[in-house]
T-cell receptor
Framework: DAGVIQSPRHEVTEMGQEVTLRCKPI?????LFWYRQTMMRGLELLIY????????DSGMPEDRFSAKMPNASFSTLKIQPSEPRDSAVYFC?????????????FGPGTRLLVL | KQEVTQIPAALSVPEGENLVLNCSFT??????LQWFRQDPGKGLTSLLL?????REQTSGRLNASLDKSSGRSTLYIAASQPGDSATYLC????????????FGKGTKLTVNP
């Protein structure tokens, strides 16, 4: 398996623009997670899905952030409008839904810079 | 609110040395604790996972211990190698099997040849 795939790997945009980050989880994984990593706050969970359904979005910083999972093999995280403080590395992770299978597998991340 | 602290923030050691990385958490009601490795520009790789009922887990040169009551975990790396250079993060999940991992900020390890 290719692992968790994220695109783009790098994104530079201007304040006010819409940004869409994409993730393809590992096939057969039932859970998908979106994280954000900054120097100040470390790694934070934004939202996670189970079987394509959003379960907990309490980590989403504000209404400018939205996430969707239209099918088991694709998810998006959208920021509209983007702001400089959104600059961070955004990770997607997935894991199996089997009992005892707790390990999350992370993608390489998308490094976002908002000017 | 769960908080996870990792000390030291950075560590530099000569090759071959045995070393210990520390992780502490404020709420002992956890379901499991995981140690991850992060290489520059890459995602996280899970190294070890300890369930709350366990005391330790081993994988090769790595050994992780958990003292849930005191809110502490250690990652022991034996005979360190330059390839071990990376940032090591620990994360805890809440009691009841919560999916929400709370991460420490990591310890950046440099192993010098």
């Amino acid at each position: 398996d290719a692992g968790v795939i994220q695109s783009p790997r790098h994104e530079v945009t201007e304040m006010g623009q819409e940004v869409t980050l994409r993730c393809k989880p590992i096939s057969g994984h039932d859970y998908l997670f979106w994280y954000r990593q900054t120097m100040m706050r470390g790694l934070e969970l934004l939202i996670y899905f189970n079987n394509n359904v959003p379960i907990d979005d309490s980590g989403m910083p504000e209404d400018r952030f939205s996430a969707k999972m239209p099918n088991a093999s694709f998810s998006t995280l959208k920021i509209q409008p983007s702001e400089p403080r959104d600059s961070a590395v955004y990770f997607c992770a997935s894991r199996r839904g089997l009992a005892g299978e707790w390990t999350q597998y992370f993608g390489p991340g998308t490094r976002l810079l908002v000017l | 609110k769960q908080e996870v602290t990792q000390i030291p923030a950075a560590l530099s050691v000569p090759e071959g040395e045995n070393l210990v990385l520390n992780c502490s958490f404020t709420d002992s009601a956890i379901y499991n604790l995981q140690w991850f490795r992060q290489d520059p520009g890459k995602g996280l790789t899970s190294l070890l996972l300890i369930q709350s009922s366990q005391r330790e887990q081993t994988s090769g040169r790595l050994n992780a211990s958990l003292d849930k009551s005191s809110g502490r975990s250690t990652l022991y790396i034996a005979a360190s190698q330059p390839g071990d250079s990376a940032t090591y993060l620990c994360a805890v999940s809440g009691e009841g099997g919560s999916e929400k991992l709370v991460f420490g900020k990591g310890t950046k390890l440099t192993v010098n040849p």
